[in-house]
């Protein structure tokens, strides 16, 4: 008599829940070249055909993993800002929160700007950035009304603070800058931001 293996199981509960899960710690630990469906499905015990419930293809998972990313982001930045706190207080706050978020998924996050800009993505761009990135250029509009910051368009104001705050990410994800080094100077940084380098 012949035994046959047993089957994989072909529903694994929240079964997209868990092939993101699983994707973001592939994404993290060896990159996105090395994400597949095929290891996702074999990594969480599920069928081979599985994950095509829910994603049909690397495109779509990565698209997905974007989202998943853009939401988290969101919440992190929702859960710091204090819309009734002073300016400077306030944008260190939301600074803060970002760079720990790109500290620590800087993988994700770098995965999410890719998508972005990914003529091929199926991420709803415009959307997911103003959900979670929006909370940047609403606190410039906002203090633009109390008079606290110049006038201009929020977008491209928010766009310089912006950058600058990235940069600092982009500079830890190099390794050019240890990340509790602009952590711990991030409200001088944030200083600098508000008020210019040139004497006052």
Do not use: W
Request: hydrophobic fraction near 45%.
């Amino acid at each position: 008599m012949t035994f046959m293996p047993p089957s994989r199981p072909y529903h694994h509960g929240d079964l997209r829940a868990a092939l993101l899960t699983s994707a973001e710690r592939t994404l993290r630990e060896k990159g996105v070249a090395a994400l597949s469906l095929r290891e996702l499905a074999r990594d969480i015990g599920v069928s081979h055909a599985a994950p095509g419930r829910h994603f049909k293809d690397k495109q779509a998972l990565l698209d997905a993993l974007a989202l998943s990313g853009y939401d988290r982001l969101q919440r992190t930045l929702n859960a710091a800002d204090d819309p009734a706190a002073p300016l400077e207080p306030r944008v260190s706050a939301l600074a803060r929160a970002y760079l720990t978020f790109a500290v620590d998924h800087p993988e994700l996050l770098e995965l999410m700007f890719a998508r972005k800009h990914d003529p091929q993505s199926s991420v709803p761009t415009a959307e997911v950035i103003d959900a979670s990135l929006g909370s940047f250029t609403r606190l410039v509009a906002d203090a633009q009304a109390r008079g606290e910051i110049i006038e201009g368009d929020p977008e491209r104001l928010t766009l310089v603070a912006a950058a600058s705050i990235h940069g600092l990410a982009a500079l830890i994800a190099g390794c050019a800058l240890p990340a509790h080094e602009a952590l711990a100077g991030l409200d001088e940084h944030v200083h600098h931001v508000l008020h210019g380098l040139k004497p006052r």
